[in-house]
């Protein structure tokens, strides 16, 4: 009996760095996630997708390196991921409270699915569940998890191998309160599982006035364990000696929540050109020629007479339908170009 959709570790990739003497490392997990942008006529649905992993990772590099298994049998494929542009400005995103360890990095998940990479994202709209949800779900202290990375570099051997561990939630009322920008997990975690995510156990059974939990969703980011720290103190002195730090078998994880919030960053920078992501397999320029078919100057970079003209008719009470029209643009980039220029909240 499977607790964990198959799809989920085949979201998580190790996440490497460039070590001594030009060898990588293999020092955190990160995972794919879809930001939801809209369903189209047809019903498929348009996903914006990141790479999510701690600010911490991705602070100190320049570039990554990310392992995805092919579909074959073949071993697992590495990417080099780059953080900065030729001016050195990152090309990641964290959140803007520097006291939550989340980040994302865009990428071209379309990219993947045309190497044919084993690989599939979380859907924020179906398979993320933010505090609210859990409150709704009724998730509290007691309810199982699992943790999905890749710790001390265990990546597998030729293909990538994710761990799981279980645990329980061990303190979360104050994150559902939003008092607390992270809830704790009781589930070893080490250096490596940094980024990695965390996902809530179905259970059927529940006793009365609790409810049992007939879904898996992605709940959280791990940021790192809990240190347990002991001085020794000098008994002529009185002074610290020697400090002994261990790891108490805690986790700390930060809520899905601050993966929209990181996501926000990278959006207030973009107009509609970004490449999305879709659950149906297409090659990306056969979708773009589609969409050009109704919408001839979808995907264009947006001019400043286009954008004067944008809020010169919005202003004079022109619909988000009627603009779309108008300019020859999908509905989803007016809206997000009226929203970019302030007229919308």
Same mark, same amino acid.
């Given at each position: 009996?499977?607790?964990?959709?198959?799809?989920?570790?085949?979201?998580?990739? /190790?996440?490497?760095?460039?070590? #001594? =003497?030009?060898?990588?490392?293999?020092?955190?997990?990160?995972?794919?996630?879809?930001?939801? +942008?809209?369903?189209?006529?047809?019903?498929?649905?348009?996903?914006?997708?990141?790479?999510?992993? @701690?600010?911490?990772?991705?602070?100190?590099?320049?570039?990554?390196?990310?392992?995805?298994?092919? %579909?074959? @049998?073949?071993?697992?494929?590495?990417?080099?991921?780059?953080?900065?542009?030729?001016?050195?400005?990152?090309? &990641?995103?964290?959140?803007?409270?520097? @006291?939550?360890?989340?980040?994302?990095?865009?990428?071209?998940?379309? +990219?993947? =699915?045309?190497?044919?990479?084993?690989?599939?994202?979380?859907?924020?709209?179906?398979?993320?569940?933010?505090?609210?949800?859990?409150?709704? +779900?009724?998730?509290?202290?007691?309810?199982?998890?699992?943790?999905?990375?890749?710790?001390?570099?265990?990546?597998?051997?030729?293909?990538?191998?994710?761990?799981?561990?279980?645990?329980?939630?061990?303190?979360?009322?104050?994150?559902?309160?939003?008092?607390? @920008?992270?809830?704790?997990?009781?589930?070893?975690?080490?250096?490596?599982?940094?980024?990695?995510?965390?996902?809530?156990?179905?259970?059927?059974?529940?006793?009365?006035?609790?409810?049992?939990?007939?879904?898996?969703?992605?709940?959280?980011?791990?940021?790192?364990?809990?240190?347990?720290?002991?001085?020794?103190?000098?008994?002529?002195?009185?002074?610290?000696?020697?400090?002994?730090?261990?790891?108490?078998?805690?986790? /700390?994880?930060?809520?899905?929540?601050?993966?929209?919030?990181?996501? !926000? !960053?990278?959006?207030? #920078?973009?107009?509609?050109?970004?490449?999305?992501?879709?659950?149906? #397999?297409?090659?990306?320029?056969?979708?773009? =020629?589609?969409?050009?078919?109704?919408?001839?100057?979808?995907?264009?970079? &947006?001019? %400043?007479?286009?954008? /004067?003209?944008?809020?010169?008719?919005?202003? /004079?009470?022109?619909?988000? !339908?009627?603009?779309?029209?108008? +300019? !020859?643009?999908?509905?989803?980039?007016?809206?997000?170009?009226?929203?970019?220029?302030?007229?919308?909240?």
């Amino acid at each position: 009996m499977g607790l964990i959709p198959t799809s989920f570790p085949d979201c998580v990739v /190790a996440i490497g760095a460039e070590g #001594t =003497e030009g060898k990588g490392q293999w020092v955190a997990s990160g995972f794919f996630f879809g930001h939801f +942008l809209s369903t189209e006529e047809e019903g498929t649905k348009t996903y914006r997708t990141y790479l999510v992993s @701690n600010r911490h990772v991705f602070e100190e590099m320049s570039k990554a390196y990310v392992r995805c298994n092919p %579909q074959t @049998n073949e071993p697992a494929r590495v990417y080099h991921l780059s953080l900065e542009d030729p001016n050195g400005k990152a090309l &990641w995103f964290a959140h803007p409270d520097h @006291n939550v360890d989340v980040a994302v990095v865009p990428v071209d998940f379309n +990219l993947l =699915e045309k190497h044919g990479m084993q690989a599939s994202y979380f859907r924020g709209d179906t398979h993320a569940a933010t505090t609210d949800k859990l409150v709704e +779900l009724g998730i509290t202290e007691g309810d199982f998890a699992y943790v999905l990375g890749f710790p001390m570099g265990l990546i597998g051997g030729e293909r990538n191998v994710v761990l799981v561990r279980s645990g329980s939630i061990a303190r979360i009322r104050d994150a559902l309160a939003k008092a607390s @920008n992270e809830f704790l997990v009781d589930a070893f975690v080490f250096p490596g599982n940094s980024g990695g995510p965390v996902i809530s156990k179905p259970e059927k059974l529940a006793i009365k006035d609790t409810k049992s939990q007939d879904a898996a969703y992605l709940i959280g980011v791990v940021r790192s364990y809990v240190s347990y720290r002991e001085e020794a103190v000098s008994t002529q002195t009185g002074r610290t000696r020697a400090i002994f730090e261990e790891n108490s078998g805690l986790a /700390a994880v930060h809520p899905v929540d601050f993966i929209e919030d990181a996501i !926000q !960053q990278h959006l207030l #920078t973009l107009g509609d050109r970004a490449p999305t992501s879709r659950t149906r #397999t297409k090659p990306v320029l056969e979708r773009i =020629e589609r969409i050009r078919r109704r919408h001839p100057r979808a995907y264009e970079r &947006w001019t %400043q007479e286009e954008e /004067a003209r944008l809020l010169g008719q919005f202003d /004079a009470g022109c619909s988000i !339908q009627e603009l779309g029209k108008m +300019l !020859q643009r999908q509905d989803s980039a007016i809206r997000s170009r009226v929203r970019r220029l302030g007229r919308i909240p």
